[in-house]
C-alpha cells in the first residue's frame, strides 16, 4: 500500500500588513504627529480642562448663548421640513431677485431702472398679482408685530404649553 504524501503550502507574502502591524503602525502615526501627546495632556489635566468648561459656560454671555441657540432650535423644530425648505428657497429667490433683472447682475455693474412716475404707482396699485403677493408678507409683518409686543418670561413654557416652577 502506498503513503500518503505529505506536502505543505508555502505561504504567499502578505499582502496587507497584519492587525499587529497595523496597530503598531497607527501608534507610530499618532506619535509622530503630537496626537498621543496632546491625548495624554489632556487625561492628565482633565480637572482643569473641566474648570476653565465651566467657568466659561457659568459667564453670562455664554449661558445667553445657549439658550439662544436652544430657542433657535425650538422655533425650528415647530416648523415642518417641507415648509421650512419652502420658506429658504424663497428667500433665496427673493435675494436672487433683489440683486439685479433675474439676478445676474454682476459686481461693480450698476442697475438704473427708471423711476416708476405716478402713471407707474397707478398701474402697481391696480396690479393683482402684485396684491396677491404682498398679502402674505403684511400678514407676516403683522403677526411679527404682535409677537414682538408680547411679554414671554420663560420660553419653553411658551413652546410646550406647560407652566415652569408648579
Known sequence: MAEPIEWKVKQ??????D?????????QSLHEHGVL???ND????????AEVLVDGLSREGALNAVQNIAALLIALSRIPPDRFYKLASA?????DAMSGPHGREQPGEQHDAAAPGV????RMLHDDDLWR?????????KTFAERLDRDIPNPISDFSGKQGGT
Do not use: D, M
Open 37 to 39: 501627546r496632546f491625548a
Open 133 to 141: 403677493a404682498l398679502g402674505p408678507l403684511a400678514e407676516a409683518v
Open 91 to 95: 428667500f433665496a429667490a427673493a435675494v
Open 42 to 49: 489632556v487625561v492628565c489635566s482633565q480637572t482643569k480642562i
Open 119 to 122: 402713471r407707474g404707482v397707478y
Open 12 to 17: 504567499a507574502a502578505p499582502v496587507e500588513p
Open 19 to 27: 492587525a499587529h502591524e497595523a496597530l503598531e503602525r497607527l501608534l
